[in-house]
């Protein structure tokens, strides 16, 4: 005889199909071991039912009041912090930390694979005449080589850059952090 | 007798959107919040396992419900929307507090009754409790949905958003293990 238990507890939720609810009542009209599985999980089913809820709860009355109470607080909360404008700020000043790095990234490669170039003897000028220009002025002007210069101003710019974005940052992610909280994290149980 | 038709939940959600002040979508907020807020607390209960703890769950949940009302489609189904943000809610609840609530001590909790005035019953009730709350809360979710909300496997899947399949390996594993824990409370 095959048994139904893998059945019983659906048939018990009525979540069988009406075949597969045929089939289970017809094995338990002759199988004495499905009909006392099924009835444990009644009986477990009543006995889950016997739990009461406390009565402590409080009354509708009180918890309508409540609930009002804590969006009127959930209202302050958000009046109290800017709108999604305040978030381009700091957005923009990593795009510009980004965008600045790679292009001192993208000058200091040409201007380091000219150099390169020309101590392997390949004379640059010829292929880019503009090296030529830019090699005199930033040298008799500045009495720095290329490579020097660059270097210098990447790294004073970027550690200017670099203490703005921490500079606006810190706080940002506070105020997110804040923000997020009242509108996430609200049920978090606070005092009254 | 006339009997007033009462307004069905998405008429109420309509009208806290549309409500030209804020007294008037309180007001028919207000009435979500009576019609469910039984429901929701029994739920947050059977889950958290901790009255004060669900209280503050369910008027979170409400509240939370407030801030996406407009997420709410037209032609949703309210109370399922509701019980999906309570029972999320509730869950995230168990898991983050701390220190974990004494199970042997709901065992002896008879709520309502004084020590003296415990019975049989309550003493039978305690142990179900707290055999109830031994249990992973994932599954007692499931258990809870399914036995005192009388959800179908569909229902409860698309409350928690997680396959029906995963309904019923959860629900068969609580019943197993709240078998093997209550036997002595089960004839057969």
């Given at each position: 005889m095959l048994h139904v238990n893998h059945l019983l507890e659906a048939y018990h939720d009525g979540e069988l199909s009406p075949g597969q609810h045929r089939q289970v009542e017809s094995h338990l009209g002759e199988c004495s071991t499905c009909r006392d599985e099924l009835e444990q999980v009644r009986q477990l089913s009543a006995l889950l039912r016997e739990v009461p809820l406390p009565d402590a709860f409080s009354a509708h009355q009180l918890f309508g009041a409540q609930v009002a109470l804590r969006l009127s607080r959930r209202q302050a909360e958000r009046a109290r912090y800017p709108g999604a404008?305040?978030?381009v700020v700091p957005v923009l000043l990593l795009c510009g930390v980004v965008a600045l790095q790679g292009l001192f990234v993208l000058v200091g490669g040409i201007v380091g694979l000219a150099q390169m170039a020309g101590r392997l003897g390949i004379d640059v000028g010829a292929w880019w005449p503009t090296w030529n220009l830019v090699e005199a002025q930033l040298g008799s002007v500045l009495r720095l080589s290329p490579t020097s210069l660059v270097t210098v101003l990447s790294v004073a710019l970027m550690v200017v850059l670099y203490l703005a974005t921490i500079a606006v940052f810190v706080p940002y992610v506070g105020w997110v952090r804040t923000l997020w909280r009242s509108t996430h994290?609200?049920?978090v149980r606070k005092e009254v | 007798m006339h009997s007033v038709a009462q307004p069905t939940d998405r008429e109420l959600v309509a009208q806290s959107l549309r409500a030209s002040s804020a007294e008037g979508a309180s007001a028919a907020f207000g009435k979500l919040v009576m019609r469910y807020h039984k429901l929701v607390i029994s739920v947050a209960y059977r889950v958290c396992g901790d009255a004060a703890l669900a209280e503050d769950v369910a008027q979170d949940a409400f509240v939370r419900v407030w801030s996406r009302?407009?997420?709410?489609?037209?032609?949703?189904n309210f109370r399922a929307w509701l019980m999906r943000i309570a029972t999320n809610m509730a869950i995230d609840a168990v898991r983050k507090?701390?220190?974990?609530?004494?199970i042997e001590d709901l065992a002896l909790e008879a709520p309502g009754q004084g020590p003296e005035g415990a019975a049989m019953s309550s003493e039978r009730a305690g142990v179900v409790r707290a055999a109830l709350m031994r249990l992973p809360v994932e599954s007692r979710t499931i258990l809870v949905l399914r036995?005192?909300?009388?959800?179908?496997y569909r229902e409860i899947a698309d409350v928690l958003d997680v396959p029906l399949g995963t309904v019923k390996s959860r629900l068969s594993d609580a019943r197993r293990r709240l078998k093997a824990e209550l036997t002595g409370y089960l004839s057969a």
């Open positions: 404008a305040w978030h994290d609200g049920w | 009302l407009s997420e709410f489609r037209p032609d949703g507090r701390r220190p974990q609530v004494d036995e005192y909300q009388s959800l179908s």
